[in-house]
């Protein structure tokens, strides 16, 4: 890791108190997961997503860009006008996207660096994977649209909130895109597959339990384009068969599309707007 | 590499044939040929030549203290460089992002315990754990770059002897080891449940694995997976291309059964190895 | 305002057949035609009964210079063989991001183009108009100011004092008097009728 020269750095090899707090065992903190009835700590269904909020013109200085939110995970997508690819020497047919995915440095419970790590690296990589298929690159060759996505808050799921925002945040922009691009994430834990997880639940599904080997665990985040049912990226990390993995394809192409009702009403409310606006004048 | 629309429709019919440009069927790998304990200065290594991809993998341990969050488990780390000699294209910063790419897939697909038992590099509870640096060179690109280098580094990790730790003495807050420094007193890692990492590349309405560079450049998309034992420790998908929900199950289902059956060839070939250990060069 | 169509990327918007062509802002798959854009349509009637189908979005268009657009330009580096330059302007909208655009000695001007010298026509900082030539495989945009409306529009002396146009190919500086070769523009005023009355 290279030392940033331009910030003053907090102390190294600080740690969470968190780690000197009584913790419980993976086993209590499974039972945890579900309340009596059969709901989870938040009052929902295993198979239940999360309340969304999605707004559109955010940043004003950029061209397009939105604001989502995602029970409290909160992230700001904006996304700028095409510029020319910096440092290339030959002509390329298709345009590029540069994604840039960061955690805001206190949305995590441990404080995150200013400069990207391996996590947020690979989160850009995903997003960009995502979005990619569903951009028509080939309208603005040579050039390069820089979507920047940043986690104000995190509190789970928040890469496949990046994506949704990132989607919306483009049309936004007016960026030509063959399909709206959603995405969910889902935690797979003890052979449960939960929706939408938070923060606590995600890293419940991460953390696995040495003495139990058989039991599937793992994290998979897929984004779908409903209209042309294409996956434009599923991501899966973890331990899981087959078969939840295919029982979560087909819930997480189903939830997706209740989210692009959500983020159409959004969008046409936007372009509603700009076309009273434009009356007006 | 370019290719005319005419060289693509000749690589799609033959895919769609079931006949492919090199006399493959789909499911067909290239030949492959494997080499292990290579590098003499490293703990483990293993070269691997798929066709035209060639990787040369090097595992090296070191004393490290574990993680606060992870106070029982030992670290590995991967590094792959992507040095230009393999293709003209890693020139500079070129191959950053595809390194960047295998080792982040390589390390999520190893982070799961069930897959690789980190607990097993812990020499002392919250204080000293083995640390392995895997390094990936890649000394020639063919094509399929995934599935070489997971098998490569699965080669060298089964060929890596860590040393033996004699004793551990605990003073206070210091910690004081003794470690064996006999060639052969040392004892292998468990990677049976190492992932294979197999690419799925769709052309056509077919989904072939192995593909060549020419064949990488017609798919519309492909999905690596990642396979250990039999569940899925990763799932990727790269090319910029986008799936049907149908296809991407397929793909998976057809990822698993190519990654259980390579993961059984690769060990039995190690046995082998171990059996008949007569000394071949690098370069033969 | 009620009979507006407001549309959103990827949704479906008619059959695409020999009656309803793809327009700007749209795209056609399987068939069928799509939209590319969050906008409303806006439907072309052409003859023999052919709509055209185009997706305006309500916000302005990211412009990229196309070839035949009137750029102004700053001139940032110049050699022997072309000028480097930045492009501010396309026709009368200023851009919120330069491009890069290039000079090259033989599009300064249209006669005796063997005679060009580049460090005789235009100098770094100097504000030109320029017409964007074909777009080639080369990353950058080619430009000319062979025409007699093209040309250094405002130029300043080596002291920093804005220059005034004394022929086609000189400038003198208002305060030096220093004399200085350019390939000057004819700028036509904008509202010609104006002036005469």
Redesign the interface.
């Known amino acids: 890791m290279p030392v940033d020269l331009k910030r003053i750095n907090g102390p190294e090899n600080t740690?969470s108190y968190k780690?000197y707090t009584p913790s419980k065992t993976f086993k209590e903190e499974l039972k945890c997961l579900f309340k009596s009835n059969n709901k989870r700590q938040d009052g929902r269904n295993s198979l239940e997503h999360r309340k969304m909020f999605i707004k559109t013109g955010i940043v004003s200085q950029a061209?397009?860009s939105a604001y989502l939110e995602l029970g409290n995970t909160k992230v700001i997508v904006s996304v700028f006008?095409?510029?020319?690819?910096p440092n290339?020497?030959?002509?390329s047919q298709k345009g590029v996207l540069y994604c840039e995915f960061k955690y805001a440095t206190f949305s995590c419970p441990q404080r995150r660096n200013f400069q990207q790590d391996?996590e947020e690296?690979?989160n850009s990589?995903?997003l960009k994977?995502s979005l990619?298929?569903?951009v028509?690159l080939h309208?603005?060759p040579?050039?390069q649209v820089d979507i920047y996505a940043l986690i104000l808050e995190n509190d789970g799921s928040s890469l496949s909130a990046a994506v949704t925002c990132a989607c919306v945040a483009l049309?936004?922009?007016?960026v030509?895109?063959?399909?709206?691009v959603t995405a969910v994430t889902m935690g797979v834990v003890d052979n449960q597959i939960l929706m939408d997880p938070t923060l606590k639940e995600q890293q419940l599904c991460e953390v696995?339990d040495?003495t139990d080997?058989k039991s599937?665990?793992?994290i998979?985040v897929t984004s779908f384009?409903s209209?042309?049912?294409?996956?434009?990226?599923?991501?899966?990390?973890?331990?899981?068969?087959?078969e939840n993995?295919?029982k979560s394809?087909?819930i997480s192409?189903d939830a997706s599309g209740d989210i692009k009702l959500l983020i159409?009403k959004c969008?046409?409310n936007?372009?509603?707007k700009?076309?009273?606006?434009?009356?007006e004048e | 590499m370019a290719l005319c629309e005419a060289e693509k429709t000749f690589i799609l019919h033959s895919v769609e044939e079931n006949f492919r440009i090199d006399g493959r069927q789909r499911g067909d790998y290239r030949p492959m040929e494997l080499e292990t304990n290579i590098v003499a200065p490293s703990f483990g290594s293993a070269r691997l030549r798929l066709a035209n991809t060639d990787v040369l993998v090097s595992v090296k341990l070191e004393i490290d203290s574990p993680t606060l969050e992870q106070p029982k488990l030992g670290k590995i780390e991967f590094f792959v460089d992507c040095s230009a000699n393999a293709t003209p294209d890693f020139e500079g910063r070129g191959g950053d992002n595809l390194a960047t790419e295998i080792s982040n897939c390589l390390s999520s697909a190893y982070k799961s315990s069930t897959a690789f038992d980190a607990g097993k590099l812990c020499i002392l509870k919250g204080s000293k754990c083995w640390k392995l640096y895997v390094d990936i060179l890649l000394l020639e690109c063919g094509g399929n770059l995934y599935d070489a280098v997971s098998l490569a580094v699965k080669a060298a990790l089964w060929d890596t002897r860590i040393p033996l730790v004699k004793s551990v003495v605990v003073d206070g807050n210091k910690v004081d080891m003794e470690v064996s420094d006999e060639l052969f007193d040392c004892e292998r890692l468990d990677v049976t449940g190492a992932p294979i990492m197999v690419t799925v590349c769709k052309i056509g309405d077919q989904c072939i694995v192995d593909p060549t560079t020419a064949e990488e450049h017609c798919s519309g998309g492909s999905v690596v997976v990642a396979v250990s034992k039999s569940n899925f420790s990763t799932i990727l998908q790269t090319g910029g291309g986008s799936l049907h929900p149908m296809t991407l199950l397929e793909s998976l289902k057809l990822g698993q059964t190519v990654a259980q059956r390579l993961d059984s060839t690769l060990i039995n070939t190690l046995k082998q190895i171990n059996d008949n250990s007569t000394d071949v060069g690098f370069l033969k | 305002m009620e009979d507006v169509l407001v549309c959103i990327p990827g949704q479906r918007l008619c059959l695409c057949d020999k009656k309803h062509i793809s327009g700007q802002g749209t795209y056609e798959r399987q068939g069928y035609l799509y939209s590319q854009l969050a906008g409303l349509v806006k439907i072309i009637e052409k003859e023999d009964g052919v709509q055209l189908i185009e997706v305006h979005s309500t916000q302005d268009q990211g412009l990229v210079p196309q070839q035949g657009d009137l750029v102004t330009v700053q001139i940032t580096i110049i050699n022997q063989q072309f000028a480097k330059c930045a492009i501010k302007c396309i026709g009368d909208t200023v851009l919120s991001r330069p491009y890069r655009g290039i000079l090259r000695k033989e599009d300064l001007r249209a006669t005796e183009k063997d005679k060009i010298e580049v460090y005789k026509s235009v100098r770094p900082g100097d504000i030109v108009l320029a017409r964007v030539l074909p777009i080639t495989e080369a990353h950058t945009y080619h430009l000319t100011t062979a025409e007699n409306e093209l040309g250094v529009v405002t130029a300043h002396s080596e002291g920093g004092h804005q220059m005034v146009p004394i022929s086609w190919t000189e400038m003198q500086c208002t305060k030096t008097l220093v004399k200085q070769h350019r390939k000057v523009a004819k700028v036509l005023p904008e509202k010609p009728k104006q002036i005469v009355t």
Request: proline fraction near 4%; include cysteine.
């Open positions: 740690v780690l061209k397009g006008d095409p510029r020319e690819i290339k020497t030959d002509y391996s690296k690979q990589i995903i994977q990619e298929p569903a028509c309208e603005f040579n050039f049309a936004h922009a007016s030509p895109m063959y399909d709206l696995f040495e080997t599937d665990h793992g998979i384009m209209t042309h049912q294409q996956i434009s990226q599923f991501y899966q990390t973890g331990n899981i068969n087959l993995i295919s394809i087909s192409t159409e969008i046409v936007h372009v509603l700009g076309a009273n606006k434009s009356n």
